[in-house]
């Protein structure tokens, strides 16, 4: 029970992953539905591969013979992740994801007290938005006494995904949530201004999973959580003709930024800023990070954060990430 699997590892962040995760030493199995691009893939980095689908329980449980931590990079994930969650219980794999989307966060949470029974940790969002967001909130709620309420917004700069696209378009909902005293509720469409370092621009309030990751590693009950995009982020039109991702070179040029506000008690306001990579080199390099902490023993049973599990900190250990207080 030594082993690493990635599944959805020929896809375009799954491929970024294998890639760090194997460059690392960590001992991995690639895994995912198609045989051919598995097996160039799996020559390529020197690895072992498993082929199966997400129809067949039997299958999946032999498949997880000598796996003691799965990565499910295979979006959609309301397609996937009940599916490898409940194998994972099944056979005592802990479990990571790159999921942005919030019914994955919901799931893990539903799922809390049944993986803690079982000894099986859940960790979605081991890398990506999640990681980044909730280090950076973390920080900044740890600068106060009593913080009572965090606003915290991402600029995701560059293009997306063909996958994160998709994703994105199938869990796009219409009302937007925050937290507010401990309950997510909707609000109405807001626009406020932030400071990502180089003026003050519009961002957008969104729902994001990181209402739910925030709460449970800080437990400050009121949250709202924005985004700017610039670049052509969120691509419009016919989604399956998009290329897989961007370029390496379009990654490089693109860099993520993001910005807290976090008020106290007393109604004292300290902001810190957070300046990394692209988010796929982010994501990529965060999740096979966490999986290889992992899988060394850097874990707990039932629904984890990045920030809970592995500190404030975490972040910084990625790339060349800064926290900075403003």
Known sequence: MNKLMIYGATGYTGRLVAEHAAAAGTNIVL???SEKPLAE????????????ALDDDALIDRSLTGVSVIINAAGPFLRTAKILIEATIRNGVHYIDTAAELDSYRLAEKLDSETK????????????????????????????HDPRRIRIAMHVAGGM??????????????????????ELVTVPNNIQKFDFGQGAVDSFQVTLPDLITIWRAT???????????????????????????????????????????????????????????????????AVAEAGRRVLAGEARPGFQTPAGLFGNGFAETIADTTIADL
Not at 41 to 52: I, K, T
Not at 124 to 144: D, F, I, K, Q, T
């Open 117 to 144: 029974a079982a000894g099986v940790m859940l960790l979605p969002g081991g890398g990506g938005s999640v990681a980044m967001l909730g280090s950076l909130a973390g920080h900044a709620a740890a600068r106060v």
């Open 219 to 285: 437990g400050v009950p009121n949250i709202e959580t924005f985004v700017h995009v610039t670049g052509g982020a969120f691509p419009q039109g016919d989604l399956s003709a998009l290329p897989d991702g961007p370029t390496e070179e379009e990654r490089q040029a693109n860099r993520y930024q993001a910005v807290v506000e976090v008020t106290d008690a007393d109604g004292h306001v300290v902001r810190s800023i957070l300046n990394t990579v692209n988010g796929y080199n982010f994501t990529a390099i």
């Open 41 to 52: 893939l799996a020559s390529q980095l020197g690895v072992e591969y498993r082929v199966f």
């Open 31 to 33: 895994a995912g539905r």
């Open 161 to 182: 995904s063909r996958g994160s696209a998709i994703s994105a378009t199938e869990n796009m909902t219409a009302e937007t949530l925050a937290r507010v005293d401990g």
